[in-house]
């Protein structure tokens, strides 16, 4: 187990922890949680070794293996699937003694490197290397790609499937959901679940938590204090201690008096659906929750929107691309005041690609887009965090957006995004991503918007500024399109959902529960066909149709299980007889030689087998989408 008893921890002048201690029993799933910069990253590099102790003590035991995602990567020209698979030393080690002792010929060696080769798992090793980055979004195509030919975020995907290819003792992931859609992070909550050893998780996304840990330590006041269960679990155990200090007390009841107002608002709709339904629980149970973020620094809500016309938008028949490529085909819908729509899809689907239509940063390709004389948007991308001036101060950025406000008014505003003294008045150029989404944000609410689009608002920002973003979210009275893989946020927030898929945009008949059970779901032609977007005739009439796509793909994958089984019988056999003393001896050594041949032929075979399934499966899931209508 790790033991860490009475440590301080510094970052420079600053005291990150103070005698702090705590213990992480082996197989235990621990989420690290705290207050951006209060040392959670620090302290995986104390794990790893990377800073040293100057008091306390620190043990882990001298035979684990530990893995963690590198945030930067050295060797640009190497494949992306070569990448992964270094980080499985001991198959790189068990290749580099196969090759030495083939070069030797020395038939010992050959069969005691082959057997350690087998031992690693080296002849799966690219199999198991593909399963990864296809589960973190990779096409099969893009396996073989250098690292160059990948972006900031897809590189961090790249360290993330490195990390998980290491059978580790120890695994330190540090907000490992960063840049992944919610597609791939319920495929990551998934793999950790089945991950056997001890798991340490830097996240601010709560559900992902929740889904993954059995424990939380969070940091607080210089100490690391310690809870059973998930974030949930952990915010009810912290509300139970907090609601009994009288400081806190005025405030705590606002929080509750803020939610139980959105209570009402959802209620006087759960007829309309069963999703509004769930999401009415998910806020009742968020009343008790309140005082866990009643210290939170963060204190703002949205003004009250400008009135507009009916709809705010309408789009009909409109087509958005990039050039020559088409991504959204012949889109008709409109958006009302106060709708709340959530988007889903697919990376690469064109969510994003409708936001920025909508936003007016994207032009039609084809179709008619109106919208009401009165609408005021409020935009929220990523982009725009690189596009603040980083020699002007928050203030300033604010000050520019509307020269007639009061320079006290535009301080005490941002106050309640956690920009006081210095730091409102200082530039931004050493601002952190999270502290330069707070910015955008702040700046997006200073607008007073009738229609906020929000791509991935929650990126970058902690627990704390996720719960008040949400809490602004829920009383803001205009209209919000947002895209997130935060699915606590999308669920307290938001009424309805729409998804994009192939090219169009359908009304997703369910909620988050039933987005992710079809995720999960990897089989049945029939899901298809219930699946179809189109409704009536026309689904009857799509059914064969869909039926004739699946029919070839799910006989690939069938055809390539018999092989992949047989193929592990015929190995199996091998490994048999070369476990057999015998074999050894001089009078067998050219069936030796034919057995490791074999071994190794059938081995790459099987592996191209496993990419090839891996690919089919792949295409099969994308065949299949779940029911809908034209919003």
């Not at 082996?26 to 794990?47: D, E, M, Q, W, Y």
């Not at 952990?234 to 405030?251: P, T």
């Not at 409704?535 to 070839?552: F, V």
Request: with cysteine; glycine share 8%.
């Amino acid at each position: 187990m790790i033991q860490l008893s009475d440590i301080p921890l510094r970052h420079g002048p600053e005291t990150l922890l103070e005698r702090a201690s705590a213990t992480i029993f082996p197989g235990h799933k621990v989420g690290l949680i705290g207050a951006n910069g209060c040392g959670k990253t620090s302290l995986f590099r104390l794990l790893l070794g990377d800073i040293g102790l100057d008091a306390g003590e620190m043990s882990v035991p001298a035979d684990w293996t530990l893995a963690h995602m590198a945030q930067e990567i050295q060797n640009l020209d190497r494949p992306a699937i070569d990448f992964v698979i270094d980080g499985d030393e001991r198959v790189r080690a068990a290749e580099q003694a196969v090759a030495s002792a083939e070069r030797d010929g020395d038939g010992h060696a050959i069969a005691h490197a082959h057997a350690e080769l087998a031992d690693a798992g080296g002849y799966d090793a690219h199999a198991r290397a593909g399963s990864l980055l296809n589960g973190l979004g990779f096409a099969s195509e893009k396996h073989q790609h250098p690292i160059s030919d990948f972006s900031g975020g897809w590189r961090i995907r790249l360290s993330l499937a490195r990390a998980l290819m290491c059978p580790s003792d120890l695994l330190l992931l540090d907000e490992p959901t960063n840049h992944l859609d919610m597609e791939t992070v319920v495929w990551l909550e998934e793999w950790l679940r089945r991950y056997e050893g001890t798991l340490l998780l830097i996240s601010h996304d709560r559900d992902f938590l929740d889904q993954v840990v059995d424990s939380v330590l969070h940091i607080e006041h210089q100490q690391l204090n310690g809870y059973t269960g998930g974030y949930s679990s952990f915010e009810r155990q912290r509300a139970e201690r907090m609601a009994g200090q009288q400081a806190a007390f005025e405030k705590q009841q606002r929080e509750v008096a803020h939610i139980r107002k959105f209570i009402d608002r959802f209620r006087a709709k759960a007829t309309k659906a069963r999703a509004a339904q769930s999401r009415i629980k998910a806020l009742e149970r968020m009343e008790m929750l309140a005082p866990a973020h009643v210290d939170s620094p963060f204190d703002f809500s949205f003004p009250e929107p400008p009135s507009a016309s009916n709809p705010l938008i309408h789009l009909d028949r409109l087509s958005l691309g990039y050039g020559q490529t088409r991504i959204l085909d012949e889109i008709s819908l409109s958006l009302a005041p106060g709708d709340r729509i959530g988007l889903l899809g697919l990376n690469g689907a064109g969510k994003s690609t409708l936001v920025r239509a909508l936003a007016g940063d994207l032009a039609p390709l084809d179709g008619q887009f109106t919208s009401s004389p009165k609408l005021r948007v409020g935009y929220f991308a990523q982009h725009q965090l690189e596009q603040l001036d980083p020699g002007a101060s928050p203030v300033q950025h604010l000050l520019r957006q509307d020269s007639t406000a009061l320079e006290q008014r535009v301080r005490d505003f941002l106050g309640g995004f956690d920009f006081r003294g210095d730091m409102a008045t200082g530039p931004v150029a050493n601002f952190s991503g999270g502290e330069k989404a707070r910015l955008v944000l702040a700046m997006l609410v200073w607008q007073a918007p009738n229609l906020l689009l929000l791509d991935e608002p929650s990126n970058h920002l902690d627990l704390d500024m996720r719960h008040a973003l949400t809490r602004a979210l829920q009383g803001f009275d205009g209209a919000v399109i947002t895209v997130s893989h935060d699915r606590h946020l999308l669920a307290s927030t938001v009424e309805d959902y729409w998804l994009i898929h192939a090219g169009q945009v359908t009304r997703f008949d369910g909620d988050l529960d039933d987005y992710r059970q079809w995720l999960r779901s990897q089989a049945s032609a029939g899901r298809t066909e219930a699946s179809s977007p189109a409704s009536g005739p026309d689904r009857r009439r799509g059914q064969p149709a869909g039926r004739a796509r699946i029919k070839p793909v799910q006989n690939r994958i069938d055809r390539l299980t018999r092989e992949i089984d047989a193929a592990a019988r015929t190995l199996a056999e091998i490994e048999a007889r070369l476990a057999e003393p015998a074999l050894y001896s001089g009078d067998h050594h050219d069936e030796l030689q034919q057995l490791l041949q074999q071994r190794q032929r059938i081995g790459e075979q099987q592996a191209a087998r496993e990419s090839e399934w891996m690919e089919a499966e792949a295409a099969l899931e994308s065949l299949q989408i779940p029911g809908g209508s034209e919003p």
